[in-house]
């Protein structure tokens, strides 16, 4: 497996760390964070948790809530979606000034896309007989453009890591450089989603609680499963997009693109028992 280079965020980023991303897509800031803000928000999004299954949300501004079980059969939730909107603390974090020193990796105008996409995401993995989420096959953030009636546009994927993550977990597994790939790539290189198989290009990202790991929307990436069970396997993620072109907020009238209308099958039990029947085909 190869290794890549690791950094440390002191406010702005250095011309070597332009020069990282730019050649492979990604880029890793060991220890953005406390392990007080960490705790911060894993407590404040269980709370979010707690409201959402008493009152049984199915979505948040037209993005489908996606639920499963933990290692205990408690009912979760496995991805959220907007949750700077209901959780201060997440809502602190993905306002806080440091991440426009990111916008020198996007073109002119970048923002922060906190009420638009589906806002700041929050994935729960866990490897559990009623989990819904405990793996991702290989995809690019970008090709839900088309689904919005839009060009594919540059953005970035801003993950907050709330657990050690290794290959104990899984782990996320990125392919350096496809980020710089045609269109036709861009769609077709991987059968998305259905496919989790190795690749041997890919990189493991190997990070801590705390840690800001960066990817261009564009880039191919997976979350292989864990082969561990239960609270082992668990990696908790949060994902801030930062985005280009015309302002298009969410509100709760909106529409549910067509590709979400596919999130409950995407890492569930039932998408593990397509794979191998999708690989034969």
Do not use: C
Not at 22 to 35: L, V
């Amino acid at each position: 497996m190869s290794t890549y280079k690791k950094f440390t965020f002191q406010g702005s980023l250095t011309a070597e760390q332009i020069t990282f991303f730019q050649e492979n897509g990604f880029i890793h800031f060991e220890q953005y964070a406390s392990r007080e803000t960490v705790d911060d928000i894993i407590t404040s999004t269980e709370r979010v948790q707690e409201q959402w299954v008493r009152d049984n949300v199915q979505k948040i501004n037209g993005v489908p809530i996606k639920y499963g079980k933990d290692e205990h059969g408690n009912t979760i939730v496995q991805r959220f979606a907007f949750t700077n909107q209901h959780s201060d603390a997440v809502n602190q974090f993905a306002s806080h000034p440091n991440l426009d020193a990111l916008k020198v990796l996007m073109p002119a105008g970048a923002r922060l896309g906190l009420e638009e996409k589906d806002g700041v995401v929050f994935n729960h993995y866990v490897n559990t007989e009623g989990s819904n989420f405990f793996h991702m096959g290989w995809h690019t953030d970008s090709a839900r453009d088309i689904f919005y009636g839009k060009k594919v546009a540059p953005m970035l994927n801003i993950g907050f890591y709330l657990d050690d993550s290794t290959e104990a977990q899984g782990g996320l597994r990125i392919l350096p450089g496809t980020h710089k790939q045609g269109l036709w790539d861009l769609f077709f290189r991987k059968k998305y989603y259905l496919n989790n198989n190795e690749d041997h290009k890919e990189v493991l990202v190997e990070a801590k609680a705390g840690d800001l790991v960066i990817h261009d929307g564009r880039i191919w990436h997976r979350v292989a499963p864990s082969p561990n069970i239960g609270a082992a396997s668990r990696r908790r993620v949060m994902y801030i997009p930062m985005i280009v072109g015309k302002y298009q907020p969410k509100h709760a009238q909106s529409s549910t693109p067509l590709y979400l209308h596919l999130l409950p099958l995407v890492g569930s039990k039932k998408h593990k028992n397509l794979i191998p029947a999708f690989t034969r085909a």
